[in-house]
């Protein structure tokens, strides 16, 4: 069973960065497409930003332009480099599979961008 582990997320003021990180217990990234996920509350979970096995990525419009998902596969870690955060960022963010497998979700880590 794959286990998703993620972390890095934390209170930024508008216009600041993070960089979220996600472990898997698993050789994950090398077998599958990965995404990273924000779940807002009164909103369905949504894909932000996804990396094919292959290397080539997608963005929501949202964050086009903003943020960078990245892999390493030899440390079963999958990125999030968020640059120039907005409110509306603000949620919990998961990493999955892309499309998601309902058995890899993890707890998540809250993001709050305010001032």
């Known amino acids: 069973q794959v286990q998703l582990v993620e972390s890095g997320g934390g209170l930024v003021q508008p216009g600041g960065s993070l960089r979220l990180s996600c472990v898997a217990s698993g050789s994950i990234g090398s077998i599958y497409a990965m995404g990273w996920y924000r779940q807002v509350p009164g909103k369905q979970r949504e894909l932000v930003a996804r990396m094919g096995r292959g290397g080539n990525t997608g963005y929501a419009d949202s964050v086009k332009g903003r943020f960078t998902i990245s892999r390493d596969n030899a440390k079963n870690t999958v990125y999030l480099q968020m640059n120039s955060l907005k409110p509306e960022d603000t949620g919990v963010y998961y990493c999955?599979?892309?499309?998601?497998?309902?058995?890899?979700w993890g707890q998540g880590t809250q993001v709050t961008v305010s001032s």
């Open positions: 999955n599979t892309a499309p998601a497998l309902g058995a890899f």
